[in-house]
């Protein structure tokens, strides 16, 4: 069951809206990370560092 989605990646603004309303039923839990284009890549190299 997914319960949050995480929108990220260059496309990200692109798409957005379109993941929100296929997910809608998930109301707030549908974001697009602050920086998306950078997001993921930042997210990998800290979980790398610990």
Do not use: C
């Not at 990200?12 to 929100?20: E, T, V």
């Amino acid at each position: 069951h997914v319960n949050r989605v995480y929108v990220v990646g260059g496309g990200a603004p692109l798409i957005y809206d379109s993941i929100k309303t296929a997910w809608h039923h998930l109301g707030q839990k549908v974001v697009m990370m602050e920086s998306p284009q950078t997001a993921l890549v930042e997210a990998i190299a800290a979980f790398k560092e610990e």
